[in-house]
């Protein structure tokens, strides 16, 4: 298991992992052994010793049948207008990379909106991703591969893409140094959670 240096200005992963555990009334020993880690590695991130990476992450949801953005931040009330201010964004690390919500987390439509830094190499992964919607993405800095069904975008900063979501579609940083892009998922199945789909490898891509 691949643990990362705890980031300070992240929100509290362990925290959150421990609140949930007793939810749902489950044990570390049981918890360990759905997921598959280890009590002792548990127990560092409940406090907050350690950062999961993104697979240790979706163990531990599919382990506690959550979503794997419930880990990320606790549940807020939903508003029709939401106003987020720069300071006040969420904020999680991934393997290669960091997710920042910019308020869909708190929207009661059917958006979501965040931003994605991307290290060089930094992938979704070697399956496409498949959901209902809409998706537009806006390259802030750096270059992003977008693969959608069988064409390539290459898209350098100032650059748009918009699609539907139901094509299969893959992101990568082809690059050495970092890059972000901001993402917006719209139109999708009340019972999807897109946003996830899009953090659950996240992985150094070799292609």
């Not at 697979?55 to 531990?60: C, Q």
């Not at 300071?87 to 909106?113: I, N, T, V, Y």
Request: with cysteine.
């Amino acid at each position: 298991m691949e643990l990362n240096t705890k980031d300070p200005d992240s929100v509290n992963v362990g925290q959150r992992l421990r609140i949930l555990r007793k939810q749902r009334d489950i044990s570390m020993r049981e918890l360990a052994r759905r997921s598959g880690l280890s009590a002792n590695a548990l127990s560092m991130i409940e406090r907050g010793l350690t950062s999961p990476s993104v697979s240790t992450l979706s163990k531990l949801s599919s382990a506690l049948d959550v979503p794997i953005t419930s880990l990320f931040r606790e549940a807020q009330e939903r508003h029709d207008v939401v106003f987020c201010q720069a300071s006040e964004r969420s904020k999680a690390p991934f393997d290669h990379g960091r997710w920042e919500g910019l308020g869909g987390e708190r929207f009661s439509g059917r958006m979501e909106a965040f931003v994605l830094t991307l290290e060089g190499g930094a992938s979704s992964g070697p399956h496409g991703i498949l959901h209902t919607g809409q998706e537009f993405v806006f390259c802030l800095k750096g270059v992003v591969e977008y693969d959608v069904e069988e064409r390539r975008f290459l898209l350098n900063p100032g650059d748009t893409l918009m699609f539907a979501a139901s094509m299969s579609h893959r992101w990568r940083n082809p690059g050495r140094t970092e890059a972000s892009v901001v993402m917006v998922l719209s139109g999708y199945e009340e019972t999807e959670s897109p946003g996830e789909f899009h953090l659950i490898t996240g992985d150094k891509s070799q292609d």
